[in-house]
């Protein structure tokens, strides 16, 4: 893949991403002769064990703050800071990376594709391994958003409180405010009116409505993981052709994009920008609503600003999960594809002094080459295994 061409004039210089403006920055690709290390796994140190938000004790809840917060007061320019992070996920799906005009110089983009398991699990291994850097622990692990579980069916309460004086980082505003505290609606097509979440809903299984949305939920996890996520290509997503990129590319993605993963992004924000509405520049996000309305309450209703919501990386954490099982509870196989396994990307390690390190597709199959792992309560008894439709 050549990406040569950064449209907005950013610089990689001597591993410093130099951002022109803290609210547009978006890092260039690495230049092909930024200096890079290979990545080297860890293999037999698995020291951070990922767990489901809605469970965490009071404490880690702290950490997992504390880690945001400080990351949140690095500046701008330095990778590894909370701003640059989120441009990296924008660069990498809104139109920022081209390939080359002689190609056919269309739009570079890390989902639709093969690419978006590999991808984001790089991704969030490199923002959760800065977190622990930040408060110097390196069992620190990235909570994951168990939507999945019907205890955790809603946006986690850690994301929705503002805290005292707005101090909580892990409070976002640009979110669908309609949806706080509601049963999340994993399927889409759901048209049925959001209700409110209930944490205690097994002791009163009274509410069938209430039982019958969580049923509806655990049965599209079915779908994506095994009824419909039968095999690499339908799971993961189809080979990234260049050819192809210009041409729609919903139907490019396996089902551990498409279902729950879109899903969440859209009610926890609000589904993307309609063609040529304003969106992307700062204090002018936002589109105009169904009623015609502008809309500025959107971070993860649309890739480009998702990274700038922390639930975002909460999200794919369970996303990753779900990979995760997939491969290994599951016991599905991946590409065996030296396209796909070869496949590398750059990311930037290290905030106190950036380093690009350079990690292929076959480094990461195995979370625990990457030092973390989930926690195997979460692995026995998944409600979704049993769904029969
Ligand atoms: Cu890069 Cu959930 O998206």
């Not at 309460?157 to 505290?181: C, K, M, S, V």
């Not at 729609?248 to 609000?270: C, F, K, P, V, Y």
């Not at 509870?329 to 796909?340: A, E, L, M, S, Y």
Request: hydrophobic share 30%; charged share 25%; proline share 7%.
């Amino acid at each position: 893949t050549t990406m040569d061409s950064c449209p907005r004039g950013d610089k990689v210089n001597d591993k410093v991403v130099e951002c022109t403006d803290p609210n547009k920055g978006f890092p260039c690709p690495p230049s092909p002769s930024s200096p890079t290390v290979d990545f080297s796994g860890h293999v037999t140190r698995v020291t951070r064990v990922r767990r489901p938000v809605h469970l965490l004790s009071l404490e880690y809840q702290e950490k997992y703050k504390e880690a945001v917060r400080k990351m949140k007061a690095l500046p701008s320019c330095n990778p590894l800071s909370f701003t640059a992070q989120a441009a990296i996920h924008q660069a990498y799906c809104d139109g920022h990376y081209r390939y080359s005009p002689e190609k056919t110089n269309a739009p570079f983009d890390v989902h639709n594709s093969w690419i978006f398991a590999p991808w984001h699990r790089m991704y969030i291994y490199f923002y959760e391994k800065a977190l622990g850097d930040l408060i110097g622990d390196d069992t620190f692990a990235l909570p994951y958003w168990n939507w999945d579980s019907p205890a955790g069916m809603t946006i986690p309460a850690i994301f929705t409180n503002p805290g005292e004086d707005n101090t909580n980082p892990l409070y976002d505003r640009e979110r669908n405010q309609d949806h706080l505290n509601k049963l999340v609606q994993l399927d889409r097509n759901d048209q049925s009116d959001p209700i409110p979440f209930n944490n205690n809903s097994k002791s009163s299984s009274n509410d069938a409505k209430y039982e019958a949305e969580v049923f509806r939920n655990l049965c599209l996890v079915y779908q994506q993981q095994i009824r419909l996520g039968k095999d690499a290509r339908a799971f993961l997503g189809e080979k990234l052709c260049v050819e192809k990129v210009v041409q729609d590319t919903t139907n490019s993605q396996g089902t551990l994009e498409s279902l729950a993963h879109t899903a969440m992004h859209i009610w926890t924000g609000r589904s993307g920008p309609p063609p040529g509405a304003a969106c992307c520049s700062g204090d002018n996000d936002g589109f105009l609503d169904h009623a015609g309305a502008f809309s500025c309450k959107n971070d993860m209703g649309f890739l480009g600003t998702a990274g700038r919501d922390p639930i975002f990386y909460s999200h794919h954490a369970n996303v990753d999960r779900m990979w995760h099982i997939w491969s290994t509870v599951q016991g599905n196989k991946g590409f065996d594809d030296d396209t796909w396994l070869d496949a590398s990307f750059d990311f930037y390690d290290n905030y106190d002094k950036p380093q690009l390190v350079r990690v292929k597709f076959r480094d990461v199959l195995d979370t625990r080459n990457l030092g973390y792992t989930y926690d195997a309560e979460s692995e026995k008894d998944l409600p979704w295994m049993k769904c029969e439709l």
